[in-house]
Nanobody, 116 residues
Framework: QVQLVESGGGLVQAGGSLRLSCEASGDIFSIAVIRWYRQAPGKQRELVASITSTGSRSYADLAKGRFTLSRGNTKNTVYLQMNSLEPEDTAVYSC??????????WGQGTQVTVSS
């Protein structure tokens, strides 16, 4: 089992920055990829960015040039640095951990609100 806990959300003005954290515990070596998703009210959940256990990163178009993924030194924490935030970035951001066998684990999510 894997537990994921997100933190770092909050209220920020447009143009500001936030750094989200996704801390994993438990059988973290079973996780092949960590993905950040977001879901705004009334909208479908969308993929923001992902990082594999080997460090390969990919970003959705909405994140390119503004968001950056990184890992902590202990590699059980993944950070999502978000810059140049816009009101359209307002959403609940959740991290997902997936094993090579298709098992998924989710955190509880963290709210990001960007005011105009």
């Amino acid at each position: 089992q894997v537990q994921l806990v997100e933190s770092g959300g909050g209220l920020v003005q447009a143009g500001g920055s936030l750094r989200l954290s996704c801390e994993a515990s438990g059988d973290i070596f079973s996780i092949a990829v960590i993905r950040w998703y977001r879901q705004a009210p009334g909208k479908q959940r969308e993929l923001v960015a992902s990082i594999t256990s080997t460090g390969s990163r990919s970003y959705a178009d909405l994140a390119k040039g503004r968001f950056t993924l990184s890992r902590g030194n202990t590699k059980n924490t993944v950070y999502l640095q978000m810059n140049s935030l816009e009101p359209e970035d307002t959403a609940v951001y959740s991290c997902n951990g997936a094993t090579p066998f298709g098992k998924n684990f989710w955190g509880q999510g963290t709210q990001v609100t960007v005011s105009s």
